[in-house]
């Protein structure tokens, strides 16, 4: 775990998943046990992004604290 939280435990995180949904909804489960209450956007990519970063990718979304 770490010292310092790096993102507040309310705010909003993204997901986006390229062709992997149950991936996504893998790091979702993961960061609600660590005590993430807040709403978790989970988005596959689109086909013209999709085809760049190819199935298997996944992104996490969120705002660092004090930035």
């Known amino acids: 775990t770490c010292a310092l939280p ?4 309310n705010d909003l995180i993204g997901i ?3 062709d992997c949904p ?10 609600r046990e660590a005590g993430h209450r807040g709403p ?3 988005v596959p990519h689109e086909p013209v992004t999709g085809a760049h970063v190819g ?3 996944l992104s996490l979304y969120f705002h660092a604290v004090g930035k």
């Not at 149950?22 to 960061?31: C, H, I, Q, W």
């Open 6 to 9: 790096i993102f507040d435990l």
């Open 22 to 31: 149950g991936e996504a909804l893998r790091l979702e489960t993961k960061l």
């Open 40 to 42: 978790i956007l989970l």
């Open 16 to 18: 986006s998943h390229g």
């Open 55 to 57: 199935p298997g990718m």
